[in-house]
């Protein structure tokens, strides 16, 4: 029962798409016997001609056999390339929904999820994984229906022929199931150690190339070649045991089918010279044998490769397993009026708090200033008002919502975040500041100019038309930001949200994205975390946060008046520019 439950786990979901295709599915299956059936024909009929070829048949009789053999060869032919075809072409069709599946899923799922996971690891399982599944779900209904309905007919024709060889054959092959059944387990548990250490190859690749510039700018180069060599070489052994036990079945299944034949003609030679068959029943014998053989060859590498198949469906099916991010909740038109009452947050797995005791309130079109050192929680705000993470109910509201009443989708079309490491895709500047905008090209400009990016376009090689590299590696840390700033102006949402986004600017182009951001904000709610206090003078309500907790809070005036830590912090940035500025303005 539990072996059932297992199988169903694995294969469950590839089956239920298989039925989809069901007419495909039946018409495969419907020429598997008839291929099957002239298979059969086809050596009872050349062993009867060459017996009566013996007798002294005439050549009438050779005429008509040829051209009933010529027929035969061409349904064969037929049936087999159509049951070939329309299985293999369900197959695929079913590995093409699993993947947009298993992709659509992927998307759903929450971003705590993927902090945990490996992109190598998932890559993998929708890769090699799937296709391992669609083996079984194509080429083992085609090869299994085969052996189905070759084995047990062509048996039964040997039988009538002879009984005792046929058994002696029969328990042979007996033997041989016998030996692979004892493989099975090694070989599941090899299979899977091999799809794991794939895996892991395909993490340490992905990370290997994304982060070269770290790699060659650290010398890093031969320690990371040899930690991705001890990978491949772990992949190595483990797919190196998976084909000597592999080889071991093939051998198996070719020694054993040769053994069989070899006795069967030394017996059955005998017998013809005895008179006790004739030589057209010897063929017929030798002819079902080799016929019988290539479908038990078959069936030989079908459980070879089935553990493999069955650990990819369950890898599979873990994917499916995990809970997607809700979709309920309401969706009523949001305007940004936040308000956070007591929020203490703690990261799963965490031992200590991210957010302690947090509540602010903040109107709609109010401007928000977050800030404090490294790993005081101004990221993690934000990423609770996006509901990356859930926060604890009756803590974050918007509009009056608490954010565990509202869907997802309508509180992320609330903000635009632009943060302080943006992700950029391998495609123009253009197409990705206007990803996120259902028309992109009416407002570019503006959002390009207000971001200050406009700026860098004469050294670029074709302006917005550049292609960024992946992940904009071609650009620099402060245009990377700058683009994304673009990218979120350019949605017109109520709300922005800037996590630390002009970090990597210099201080003339942050006083003119400031300009250009005052002129785009067009009313919209704004959270800006920063460590340069000069980006939040002019907020409604600046809280500044330490291990957690809000130490200060206030307009720029009343912390300043204050003499905490805020205004210790703004009259050292103060001092430093004003050093700056006057040492560039020294001849």
Known sequence: MAWTRSIARAFGRPTALLRRHLGLVLIGVLFVPVHAAVS???????????????AGGSATVLADTCKLLAVLALVESGSRYLSRKTLIDASRLVEQQLKHDLVAHLQRLPIAWFDRSRTGDLTSRLTQDVELVRFVMGPLLLHGGSTLCLLPPGLWLMASMDVPVTLASAGVFGLLFVGMRALMPRLHRWSKKSQEAI???????????AGIRVVQQFAAVDRERAALAT??????????RLVRLRSLLHAMSHSTSG????????????????????????????SYLALLTFPLEILGWTLATMPRAY???IRIAELFEVTPETAAGATPALRGELRVTGLTFTYPGAERPALQD?????????????????GSGKSTLLALLLRFYDPPRGTVFVDGHDVLDLRPEALRALFALAPQEPFLFSDTVAANVGFAADEPSAELSAAVAAAALDQDLPQL???LDTIVGERGVTLSGGQRQRVSLARALLTERPGLLLDDTLSAVDPITERRILRGLAEQRRGRTLLVASHRLSVLTDADLILVLERGRVREHGDHGALTAQRGLYAAAFRRQSEAAALESSSEDAP
């Open 311 to 313: 650990a990819a469906g």
């Open 259 to 286: 053994v069989v034949m070899l006795g069967v003609l030394l017996v059955g030679g005998h017998q013809v010279i005895d008179g006790d068959l004739t030589i057209g029943q010897l063929f017929q014998f030798l």
């Open 358 to 374: 947090v509540s602010f309130t903040l109107a709609p079109g109010q401007k928000l200033g977050l800030t404090g050192p490294v």
């Open 231 to 240: 990978r491949n070489r772990r992949y190595l052994l483990a797919n190196l």
């Open 40 to 54: 059969l024909w086809m050596p009872r009929l050349l062993g009867d001609a060459l017996d009566a070829l013996q």
């Open 461 to 463: 090689h074709q302006g």
């Open 199 to 209: 895996g892991d190859v395909s993490q340490r690749a992905q990370e290997d190339f």
